[in-house]
């Protein structure tokens, strides 16, 4: 794939359709791999790469790559085409100045998962079928290829992809996923077992704001949060209360919006399951107003921009979810 | 920081005998900002609004806060003083300590104390007040009247009347509508022709009216009082202003089996037409789908025989820039299509017909000349066969509507009554769910094709209708009250179809960021209040495309609408309320989320060019709030995730700060 | 150099969180190492490193300054500073030992900030040396030695004992706490140690990662680096390096308005915020570009400039494993090499 | 004997539409129809415009409970303004929810400005729900207690 990729992009740039091609670049490790932007030939021979690291939703970038003159070329993966979609469906990128090229996607880890699976001093890493080798300062080991998803991956919600100029390789399904069981685990335990549940989580949380700005559905010019007429700016959490109003107000910012990437628990240096926030909100808009996944649709209504005469009364929250 | 004056009202002893006003006034004196604190017996009294008055020019107040009775009541009073000082009298807030404090607290510590929180969190808001101005905005002495059926003509005769210019624009060659196709009128049984046509021929000798027959709006810009609309008038490849409507091109054309769209393809026209004789404006249309001389260019007939040089095969389209102040809707309805009933047989038997299809067999202006004959081999029909409500009342899957058409229980108790009358031989039968019959003089004309006429009436819907081979057609359908099961041998079956908002309204509407229900009928600022407005400012509503409704009612919501809208027209500036929205630029991402919960379409986007901080350049879509057409609700603040988008009088930094005065601790 | 069997680490433990409050590694929720106050059923997490650093210690991410409380129109200016307790931090390692200095020439410089100060004086270090280091390590490259951890007292767990060995009176005093639990011995199992994991240290990847022409002297040469523009591209704005790094030492100084005062406080800021250094203008640093350029600069240029050669990074690595794009200062330093021969 | 300084008085922080239920509350006002001066009233133009970030606000200042009233639903001044209003609450009442902060303590009533009793019921009853509650604990912030 990287080298249909490779060419791919090669023939555009030489036949000046595209000025840029943004992709992803190999660092100094299996893992460390970078969004990029490659203007020549050269550049994508030197280090272009499509491997098993290449997790991160490039679709944000386009928000400034698009208007740059000329075309971009992005390689977009199933997931990132959904982020593609709902970004274009909110005007933030100039559809003109795009060539995505929707790629195949297997599921991708990152060196945090693989950090997290036991393995310590990876040199590089290689996948084989479905068995990862991680070569280490310690010596090779080996994985089964699930066991190295992150969670995301595992219960990856589709493999279709939602736009896109061109394909390459073939275009999968829309998944029937488990992605809300987790949700589904919480909504079960009594409120204080939640409350302690994510004080455990939110309390790790630095403020680092890297779930924030790799969000692509946070595309504020100003968030709130650094805009101190707000009258909520926080640079940090200086009270519990504030790592909840943080992570509270974002997920309600992208309630409706969100395309479940999953891009803000891979960033996590605290590993927080922030996506949970935000799978919840979508999990109870599908449930009270009809299945929708941002993305999708481009014309569709975003939930909270609509409204029907015999919506659930707020009232409803009393009654569902949850033992008491 | 602000200079503030506190006025504790006594209102009596309604305030006073719960709540400690000089402890209030004193509290509040040490409050920062504050520079003159008092109470006074009534405030809103002469003398107390001479006490507001001297402060704000003595101590050169920048605020004032008024604890009294609610704004509700005595804001204006208090605003107008205010201003009469030379305050801004968006600058004066109300401590609402009568309705929602002494009034409800009997004891005079929590009552007290509850007063000086509410004085603190006026306090707290008019620190961040800054003044408003009201803008104004001229308003264009026009109206646009979009459809020219009964609703569109009223409405715009009683614009014009009241002496204001009034444009109709109507997609067919003629004004009048689905009026014109009617027969009989109930429920007093006099001729739709006779009382339409002059007041089709009132609209067009009436000075202060345009007709804009077959034409369409194209574009609708701007907001109340300052509408800009362009106007596709269609090429009817005829010179309106040479054609005297003499109707010989409609005798000489030789494409003569164009299906005539008037008498509902009950017989034919030719390629150039009138559509019948009253047609306003009276002249010839070319259709082009059907003109050999406009597709082939071999033919030219027409042209030979007008004696006015009126035809002109070169005619283009021609688009009119107009501007108004008002725009009324009156887009009207259209019947259901029926060709998913097959358990009518109405695809398969032209003895089966709609309603409509019956008034054109029964005119006699229509194919028959008046009389009632069946349309498949003229005979004469014996047993008629009436069905009410279908497609209404049950929305069946998508097949019909799930409201009530409202006009069929009358105009069917017309049909038969008028059949019944002229061919006393025939067997009427009715077959319906319910008979609703509300309105002057309706149940008594029912009461009257019952008693009078012997119409049978039943209760119960037709099952199918299966046509023989002898041509008569088998009606299966059941007595609800009897319980029993009925055969009726039947020449005709009349449907009685749903009717739903003309299909033009949708895309009208999103013209005219007019909101509309799921049904497509545009929705009215109130239910109640205001029923022949739409929420969006400057538009109104008349006739059915609002809801069903018969020709009286149609009527006189024209004139209600006619009479809005005058009003507005009536005046030379609009005046804004300052408590709007407004976008900061700067903050803006241009996502749109704003404008698809504003109710009145007062957000626009443009792309505006940016220096931004590293000097260059970039073009950003940001959102721009009219103020004449906001109303100031707030629900684009909320969908805003910047909070870019701010309301004047109520925006976020002022409620968190009454937000934080409220949840202090003492 | 004493010692202790590890089956009585909990009882070192516990003696010492008696008198003092007592601080080590031990895992969170996620699996990561994350410090603790020590309470008795907590383990020394056997992680590599912690992802916050130690500097939180003696610079907190948020730190009051002053109260001031108000009544009516009076305004009362309060030091919301209590006394600051002893404490020790267990299980540093060689590279946050390291990060303690850095921050001294920063916060104990003239004017000293007795905030940090106060801190530094009733901490006491106990660091650990490595055995295991990953390939994001490279402290070597900076002079760290993590088989002789610098620190009150120094620490090696081989097998099953700890070898502690005091370098400081602070050190001698903790050490004299420890006392009753600890006996004589251990320098040939340490020393064995210590060659073990020096080879690995040989063969790390980036051990011979190259500074040079780092420093004050190219450094317009290398702030005029087109590589800027290409190293940054993919930065996202985040603080994430800058919170997980032991040396970022920018702070903010905020109000917060408690309802009846304000709260004058301090967080830590990142150079990589737009917001960062805000004047009256604006933050002088217009673009991404910029503030990615000043966050390495400063590390790799500009400290080392007015600090005798001293690079403003102890090579833990924490950025490379926590950056959401990849990008980290081994990268920039790499690409920088070419700029300056 | 009771003593008063143990006594629980909740913060009640009540939203109010200007148009529908900040009337109701007046008329409540006329009729003397009594409920605790714990609550307090912020006149809104419409529920629409009552942000999340107003009700953490509430919370993190001290609030014990926040009540969002408005037009009945279709009885909107604004027309829809409600209607946006129903689905922002009930979603962010669910992530409360979620996050094990009790719902109670949350509560949004349709008042009309003819429900003067309905609107002096409405605040009891939520001033003794969330009396039942005591203290918000779990989302306070510290430095605004005492």
């Known amino acids: ?324 | 920081m602000q200079r503030i004056g506190v006025f504790v009202c006594w209102c009596g002893s309604n305030i006073a005998a719960t709540v400690d006003v000089a402890a209030v006034s004193d509290t509040l004196k040490n409050e920062p900002g504050v520079v003159f604190s008092t109470n006074y017996q009534y405030m809103c009294s002469e003398s107390g609004q001479n006490i507001l008055k001297d402060a704000i020019r003595d101590y050169q107040l920048t605020g004032v806060v008024i604890c009294s009775c609610s704004p509700r009541m005595h804001e204006a009073t208090f605003r107008k003083a205010a201003a009469a000082a030379g305050l801004n009298p968006y600058m004066v807030e109300i401590a609402n300590i009568r309705e929602q404090c002494s009034w409800i607290h009997k004891d005079k510590a929590a009552g007290t104390e509850k007063a000086i929180i509410l004085g603190r969190a006026a306090i707290a808001k008019v620190h961040l007040n800054a003044p408003l101005t009201a803008g104004e905005s001229p308003v264009t002495k026009r109206a646009l009247v979009i459809g020219g059926g009964i609703a569109g003509i009223q409405t715009a005769l009683d614009i014009a009347e009241a002496g204001f210019e009034v444009d109709i624009v109507e997609k067919q060659p003629t004004i009048g509508g689905k009026m014109t196709q009617l027969d009989k009128t109930f429920p007093t049984l006099d001729c739709a022709a006779c009382i339409l046509t002059p007041k089709m021929v009132d609209c067009a000798q009436n000075e202060n009216i345009s007709i804009y027959a077959y034409s369409e709006v194209e574009e609708v810009k701007g907001f109340v009082g300052n509408f800009h609309v362009k106007i596709r008038k269609k090429a009817r490849y005829v010179d309106t202003t040479k054609c005297t409507g003499c109707g010989l091109c409609t005798e000489k054309c030789p494409v003569k089996k164009v299906s005539n769209e008037f008498n509902l393809g009950l017989d034919n026209r030719r390629a150039v037409y009138i559509p019948f004789a009253q047609a306003v404006p009276k002249v010839a249309t070319i259709d082009a789908d059907h003109c050999n001389m406009l597709k082939s260019g071999k033919c030219g007939l027409c042209a030979k025989v007008c004696t006015a040089g009126a035809i002109d095969y070169k005619q283009k389209d021609e688009i009119i820039d107009r501007e108004y102040g008002a725009i009324v809707v009156a887009t009207g309805y259209q019947p259901i299509a029926l060709d998913k009933y097959d358990e009518f047989a109405y695809s398969q038997s032209k003895d089966v017909v709609t309603s409509l299809e019956f008034e054109r067999l029964t005119n006699a202006a229509g194919p028959t000349g008046g009389t009632l004959l069946r349309p498949s081999d003229g005979t004469h029909p014996h047993t008629l066969v009436f069905v009410q409500c279908v497609g209404s009342r049950c929305e069946d899957d998508g097949r019909g509507k799930s409201y009530c058409s409202k006009i069929c229980c009358m105009y069917t108790a017309k049909h038969a009554m008028l059949v019944r009358e002229k061919y006393p031989d025939t067997e009427v039968y009715v077959f319906y769910i319910d008979v609703r019959t509300p309105g002057k003089n309706f149940d008594e004309f029912y009461r009257r094709a019952v008693e009078e006429y012997g119409v049978h009436y039943i209760k119960g819907m037709v099952g199918k209708v299966a046509p023989r081979a002898d041509g008569k057609l088998m009606v299966q359908a059941c007595d609800l009250l009897a319980n029993e099961q009925l055969h009726i041998e039947a020449d005709m079956v009349i449907l009685a179809a749903a009717i739903e908002p003309d299909p033009s309204a949708r895309h009208l509407a999103t013209m005219l960021t007019a909101s509309m229900d799921t049904n497509d009928f545009f929705t009215e600022a109130h239910p109640k209040l205001r029923p022949v407005e739409s929420p969006t400012a400057g538009i109104f509503l008349s006739g059915v495309c609002q809801g069903p409704k018969d020709i009286p009612e149609t009527v006189s919501q024209a004139s209600a609408a006619a009479a809005k809208a005058i009003g507005l027209l009536a005046k030379n500036k609009l005046t804004c309320n300052p408590c709007v929205a407004h976008s900061d630029e700067w903050m803006c991402n241009g996502c749109s989320a704003c404008e698809k919960v504003c109710p009145y379409g007062a957000i626009t986007y443009m792309d505006k060019e940016f220096r931004m901080p590293d000097r260059t350049t970039a073009i950003r879509r940001v959102a721009s709030v009219n103020p004449a057409v906001c109303q100031g609700c707030g629900a684009c603040t909320v969908a805003c995730p910047s909070g870019a988008m701010d309301l004047d009088g109520f925006s976020n930094s002022q409620i968190m700060a009454e937000v934080d005065a409220i949840c202090k601790m003492k | 150099m004493k010692q202790l069997s590890l089956e009585k680490l909990n009882d070192l433990f516990a003696l010492i969180g008696q008198t003092e409050a007592l601080y080590l590694p031990v895992d969170d929720a996620a699996g990561q190492a994350a410090y603790r106050r020590w309470q008795p059923g907590y383990t020394l997490s056997k992680a590599l490193n912690t992802v916050r650093s130690a500097k939180d210690f003696f610079f907190p991410q948020t730190e009051n300054l002053v109260d001031f409380k108000m009544q009516g129109k009076s305004i009362e200016v309060i030091d919301p500073r209590t006394e600051q307790e002893n404490f020790v931090l267990f299980g540093v390692r060689a590279c946050d030992a390291r990060s303690f200095s850095i921050l001294d020439k920063v916060f104990l410089a003239d004017p000293v900030d007795t905030y940090y100060q106060s801190r530094r004086e009733h901490g006491t270090i106990v660091t650990l040396a490595c055995t295991r280091p990953e390939e994001t390590c490279f402290c070597t490259v900076f002079g760290i030695d993590p088989a002789e951890p610098a620190g009150d007292v120094s620490c090696w767990i081989e097998e099953n004992t700890l070898f502690m060995k005091a370098n400081t009176p602070k050190g001698d005093a903790l050490l004299t706490l420890a006392a009753p639990l600890l006996s004589e011995g251990g320098d040939d199992a340490v020393a064995a140690q210590q060659a073990a994991t020096r080879s690995v240290l040989a063969r790390l990847p980036l051990a011979k990662l190259s500074l040079d022409g780092m420093g004050g002297e190219s450094m317009l040469k290398l702030f005029d680096s087109d590589k800027w523009a290409e190293l940054s591209q993919a930065c996202i704005g985040c603080g994430t390096c800058t919170f997980v790094c032991p040396t970022c030492q920018c702070y903010d100084i905020k109000d917060f308005n408690t309802g009846d005062g304000v709260r004058r406080f301090r967080c830590w800021d990142s150079c990589m915020y737009s917001d960062f250094t805000r004047m009256a203008h604006g933050n002088p640093r217009l673009t991404q570009r910029e503030r990615f350029r000043q966050r390495f600069m400063h590390k790799l240029v500009y400290f080392p400039a007015n600090n005798h050669g001293e690079y403003g990074c102890v090579g833990c690595g924490r950025c490379l494993s926590k950056c959401p794009v990849s990008m980290n200062i081994v990268k920039v330093a790499k690409a920088l090499e070419g700029e300056v021969k | 004997m009771q003593n008063e300084m143990t006594t629980f008085k909740p913060k009640i922080v009540a939203f109010c539409c200007n148009w529908c239920s900040y009337a109701g509350a007046d008329l409540a006002g006329t009729n003397r129809l009594t409920y605790p001066a714990d609550v307090k009233i912020i006149r809104v133009p419409c529920s629409c415009r009552v942000n999340p970030m107003f009700i953490l606000r509430a919370f993190q200042r001290g609030a014990d409970g926040v009540i969002i009233c408005g037009c009945h639903p279709g009885d909107c001044h604004y027309t829809t303004g409600n209607y946006y209003a129903r689905r922002r609450m009930t979603l962010l009442f669910s992530m409360l929810d979620f996050l094990g902060i009790e719902k109670e303590r949350t509560r949004v009533e349709w008042v009309s400005a003819a429900e003067g009793a309905k609107f002096a019921a409405t605040m009891n009853d939520f001033v003794a729900t969330v009396t039942k509650l005591g203290e918000n604990k779990r989302l306070e912030d510290l430095r605004c207690k005492k």
């Open chain 1, 1 to 324: 794939m990287q080298e249909m990729m490779i060419a791919k992009a090669r023939e555009l740039l030489k036949s000046g359709a595209v000025q840029r091609v943004l992709g992803w670049k190999a660092g100094e490790f299996a893992y460390d791999v970078e969004p990029a932007v490659f203007e020549s030939a050269q550049e994508l021979e030197k280090s272009f790469v499509y491997n098993d690291f290449c997790g991160s939703n490039l679709s944000k970038y386009l928000i400034a790559q698009s208007r740059k003159e000329g075309k971009t070329l992005v390689f977009l993966k199933p997931c990132d085409t959904y982020s593609f979609s709902q970004l274009l469906a909110e005007h933030r990128i100039v559809r003109e100045n795009v060539y995505a090229i929707g790629i195949p996607c297997q599921g991708k880890t990152d060196g945090e998962t693989l950090k997290g699976k036991g393995f310590t001093g990876i040199l590089s890493a290689q996948c084989e079928g479905d068995t990862f080798t991680v070569h280490t300062l310690y010596g090779d080991k080996t994985a089964a290829r699930a066991d190295v998803l992150p969670e995301r991956c595992l219960n990856c919600k589709s493999k279709k992809h939602m736009i896109y100029d061109e394909l390459l390789g073939e275009d999968g399904e829309v998944l029937d996923s488990h992605r809300f069981d987790m949700v589904e685990k919480l909504e079960k335990m009594t409120p204080d077992e939640r409350f302690a549940f994510w004080r455990g989580e939110l309390s790790r949380c630095i403020r680092c704001n890297a779930c924030r700005n790799v969000c692509p559905a946070c595309t504020c010019e100003k968030c709130v949060f650094d805009n101190d007429a707000s009258g909520i700016a926080q640079k940090a959490a200086a009270d519990s209360f504030e790592e909840n109003m943080f992570h509270i107000i974002r997920a309600f910012h992208v309630a409706g919006r969100c395309t479940d990437c999953g891009e803000c628990s891979r960033v996590c240096p605290q590993n927080i399951p922030l996506h949970l926030l935000n799978r919840k909100f979508i999990k109870d808009i599908n449930e009270l107003y009809g299945a929708y996944q941002a993305g999708e649709d481009p014309d569709a209504k975003s939930p909270l921009t609509d409204y029907t005469m015999n919506d659930a009364e707020p009232g409803i929250v009393y009654h569902r979810g949850g033992n008491q």
